[in-house]
């Protein structure tokens, strides 16, 4: 593949930028890379950019370095390796990792993902859930004919999404 910028060169830099999903690539040769300002002697590992890109500790003179107290791992072996050593050091090191961790899981937890199947077919089942509390309290105040209408409703959700996980289960009819 070749440089982006000087179409001469073989590519050897290669640069990703997600922006709001947005995924922008650009692939340079050593020497464009350099001249825009791209230091590639020395690469950024991701807890280098987590902990401010290879900025000097930002700890007084005198003043011991943070440390894991169950495995006694350091802020600067953390640095090293992109690893942490046990359970404790996400304790000791949160004030750092949640920054990060946030980031990348667009909230404090990580939430997972599921296909967009799984996705309909939670929300049809928290739907019908919902729908059926206001069956009951509907049934329970004795609004029949808001009862039928619910139970109505109830059933056409039910039966789209069976006949959704049917279609996925079958290959959508190919």
């Not at 709001?20 to 340079?28: M, P």
């Amino acid at each position: 593949m070749l440089c982006e910028l000087c179409d001469d060169n073989e590519a050897a830099v290669h640069l990703t930028q997600v922006v709001e999903g947005d995924v922008k690539k650009l692939n340079l040769c050593h020497q464009c890379a350099a001249q825009s300002g791209f230091n590639i002697d020395s690469a950024l590992s991701l807890t280098d950019v987590l902990f401010g890109m290879g900025a000097p500790e930002a700890t007084d003179a005198g003043t011991p370095e943070k440390t894991c107290r169950s495995c006694h791992m350091r802020r600067a072996d953390f640095r090293k390796t992109s690893r942490l050593g046990c359970p404790a050091c996400y304790e000791t090191f949160a004030e750092e990792l949640n920054p990060l961790l946030t980031g990348m899981h667009h909230g404090p937890s990580h939430t997972g993902k599921i296909s967009q199947g799984a996705a309909q077919a939670l929300a049809d089942s928290q739907s019908v859930a919902e729908l059926q509390k206001q069956l009951e309290d509907a049934v329970r105040n004795e609004h029949y004919e808001e009862a039928a209408r619910l139970r109505d409703v109830i059933r056409k959700v039910r039966g789209a999404s069976k006949s959704a996980r049917h279609s996925a289960n079958t290959g959508g009819g190919r």
